[in-house]
Every structure is written in C-alpha cells, then in structure tokens.
C-alpha cells in the first residue's frame, strides 16, 4: 500500500528502536530496511535515513546537509548519477510511498528549460561518462546486498 509522507513523517523511519529504515529519492520513498546495516544506525549511510537525499546521491556525497531534493545547480553528470541511483533503488528495494510537498522531480535543473522530462537529452548525453564513474565509485555507495 502506497502512502504520502511528509519530510517530518519520514524522518521517523530512520531504523532506530526497531523502526524500518526508509529513504526518498525523487520523491519515492524506498523501504531499504534489508540494507539496515548500511543505511540504519552506525552505517555507513545512516545520514540517509529517513530523509530525502537526491542532491546527495546526485553529488556522491555522504552529507545529511545535501540530504535534500534541491537538483538546482548541479550539471549533466549529476543529474544521470541520480537516474542512476533511482534506477538501482527502484530494482532492489520496494517504493513504500511518495514525500509530499515539493518532491525533486518538480525542480528544475539550473541548465534545463524544464523538471526531469525536460533534461532527458542532456542526461543521454552523458550516460558513457557516468557509466565509468559509476564503475569507479560503486563501492564508495554499495547498494547493500
């Protein structure tokens, strides 16, 4: 069952006193409680938990401060290793819900004339480069197992 959730109501399911862990990205809200010991309490990725982290993800950035849906700002590159990131969470970890009020595919790239639809053909442009720096990173962000 789908639900909504505010930035508040999401912030409860950070893993701790048993809690599932949930994390948004573009909006989604993705249960990643099987990944509990990367994203839950003393893991590596705990800063997303229960928070919206698309500018994180897009910026590889392990920072509760850029846990946010501000995509305003960040280039190509970024933007297709956010894609990239919705693409594995939505495979491996169930879509719970949607983050009300102001999801991050409502806002626009500084360098697009639109939200996400609109940025397609720079974010195609780019797949090559992100492919190998996804390569490269992948285990600075394993997507838990």
Known sequence: MSQTFT???????????????????RGQVFDVSEGRSFYGPGGPYEAFAGKECSRALALMKIDAAECNDNLEGLDDKCLQTLQDWTKKFTQKY??????????????????GSGAWASTGVMMAFGVVVCAVTLYYAYDKFPVAA
């Open 94 to 111: 169930k879509i719970v819900g949607q983050l009300s009020g102001g999801a991050a595919g409502s806002r626009a790239s500084s360098k």
């Open 7 to 25: 930035a508040e109501e999401l912030a409860h399911y950070d893993g701790k006193d048993g809690k599932p862990v949930y994390l948004a990205l």
